[in-house]
């Protein structure tokens, strides 16, 4: 059974050693439970699901996966000055590239395809760097989480609810972010990481057992 890990750098980790990233630390769990489970992790720092739709017909589809958990987003709803406002990949483009990626998946052969939201950042402030931009990074991390769950529910597949767990657990509060992200807001420290191991891995070991 072959299970694809599809991402950017919250999947593939930065800033922190190999063991300790989640989806390794999953991959480990997995496995010893199902030896004979395949895992391979094709994610990418820095990839919007734009550039995804470009990778993934020799990184995912080729290799006929069994399991796809998909993971974006972080990058897609960031604004950069040379987009003049915009996000990186427009919320309508977003919903219409995990759809694609989903439903690639789906072709290719994966039975189960797993769909996450991303973590809660500390990023609350406005943009002040972005001519034109009000809200904040966190403003539009929730608001591309938002659309995650609409396209989970519209494509049938398993919605991974990382920032509902993260509220519920009131891991979004100052004191807990700035021990479970690094100093740029955004990716997962080593405390961070173990918390994406302890809710992904749990829900992944419940989920796909019965089809292993």
Not at 122 to 132: E, H, K, Q
Not at 135 to 148: D, K, M, R
Not at 172 to 177: D, E, T
Request: net charge negative; glycine share 6%; hydrophobic share 40%.
């Amino acid at each position: 059974m072959r299970f694809y890990f599809f991402g950017d750098s919250i999947c593939f980790g930065q800033f922190v050693s190999p063991h300790r990233i989640w989806v390794n630390q999953v991959a480990t769990r997995l496995e010893e439970l199902h030896p004979g489970l395949v895992v391979q992790n094709p994610s990418v720092n820095g990839r919007t699901t734009r550039q995804a739709l470009e990778d993934m017909p020799y990184q995912v589809q080729a290799h006929r996966p069994d399991v796809v958990y998909i993971q974006f987003g972080m990058n897609d709803c960031n604004h950069w000055v040379s987009d003049n406002g915009t996000t990186r990949v427009s919320l309508p483009s977003f919903e219409a590239n995990l759809t694609e990626i989903i439903v690639r998946a789906k072709l290719a052969g994966a039975s189960q395809v797993f769909l996450a939201t991303n973590h809660p950042t500390p990023r609350v402030v406005p943009y002040d760097n972005v001519p034109g931009v009000t809200i904040s990074y966190q403003n539009s991390n929730a608001s591309f989480n938002a659309a995650i769950r609409e396209v989970a529910v519209a494509q049938d597949a398993v919605l991974m609810d990382n920032e509902a767990h993260w509220l519920s657990r009131n891991l979004n509060v100052p004191a807990s972010l700035q021990k479970l992200v690094l100093p740029d807001g955004i990716h997962l420290s080593e405390s961070g990481h173990a918390v994406y191991a302890d809710f992904v891995g749990s829900q992944l070991e419940a989920r796909i057992g019965k089809s292993v």
